[in-house]
Every structure is written in structure tokens, then in C-alpha cells.
């Protein structure tokens, strides 16, 4: 009896030494975060006419460079509602762009795939250009043409 039980012990021992040796050393998983800058929303949204007599309703979105500040620590957003200030310094010229890119679109564009990233990559391309802000990606949270 006591034969069988040092034999079940040297079995053992070394497994379990073994086991809780890799746990312990075994890589950590890695964290690939998808998006690596921040997601900042313009908060008032867009009421705009087309060129064909219809009109957009559309709620933008910028995704800033990492490092990319959105203003929201220096200043606080006083007031909220429909007219509300956001923290982006740059924002009344970020707007503006947005403003003269989907006014010049017709409503056909902006509800197909290709025209909406077109006109996405255009408001990317103005914005860099234009401002100090860096923008990665230009986004529409929510869009309605009628």
C-alpha cells in the first residue's frame, strides 16, 4: 500500500510542478485594441439640403489620432441641447467642412456604400487639410436622406 502510494506520488509530483511551471510562464495575451485613437461625436447633428430638393440628417463622428486631444480637459461643455458647444477646438471649421462636402451631393449618393465612403473620404481630406485637427477616419452614426 505504502509501494503504491510513493508510486502515485512520483507520478504526480512532476506534473504538477510541470503545469503550474508553464502556467506561471506561459506568455500573457496581447491586447490589439481595434481603434487606437478616440472617438469624438460632433454634438449637435446635421440638417442639410442636397442638390436634388431632398434633405440629410446625419450625425458625425471623427476618430482622432492617438494623442489627438478633443479639448474635453482643458474646457467643459457648458451648455447642452441641439446648439451645443462641443470640446473640439477647431470644431466651427470642422462643421463647415461638412456642411459644404454633403450639401453638394445629391440624396442617391449618400445612401449608396460608395458614395457615403466618397464623401467620408472627401470631409477626411478637407479636415486635414484645412485644420490642426488629425483626424484617422470620418464616421456617420447615423444618417436619414428624404
Not at 506561471?24 to 442638390?51: E, Q, R
Not at 474646457?75 to 466651427?92: D, V
Amino acid at each position: 500500500m505504502l509501494k503504491n502510494k510513493k508510486l502515485m506520488l512520483a507520478v504526480a509530483l512532476p506534473i504538477l510542478i510541470l503545469g503550474v511551471g508553464y502556467t506561471m510562464t506561459k506568455p500573457k495575451p496581447v491586447n490589439k485594441d481595434k481603434i487606437k485613437g478616440t472617438i469624438y461625436v460632433l454634438p449637435a447633428p446635421f440638417l442639410l439640403n442636397l442638390t436634388d430638393g431632398r434633405y440629410a440628417k446625419l450625425t458625425v463622428g471623427l476618430e482622432l489620432a492617438p494623442g489627438q486631444s478633443d479639448g474635453a480637459s482643458a474646457t467643459a461643455a457648458a451648455s447642452s441641447g441641439e446648439n451645443a458647444a462641443g470640446t473640439l477646438p477647431e470644431e466651427p471649421l470642422v462643421r463647415e467642412i461638412v456642411t459644404n462636402t454633403v450639401t453638394n451631393q445629391n440624396g442617391e449618393t449618400l445612401v449608396s456604400d460608395q458614395g457615403r465612403s466618397a464623401v467620408k473620404h472627401r470631409i477626411l481630406q478637407a479636415i486635414n487639410q484645412q485644420t490642426d485637427v488629425k483626424v484617422e477616419a470620418v464616421l456617420f452614426p447615423d444618417l436619414t436622406v428624404q
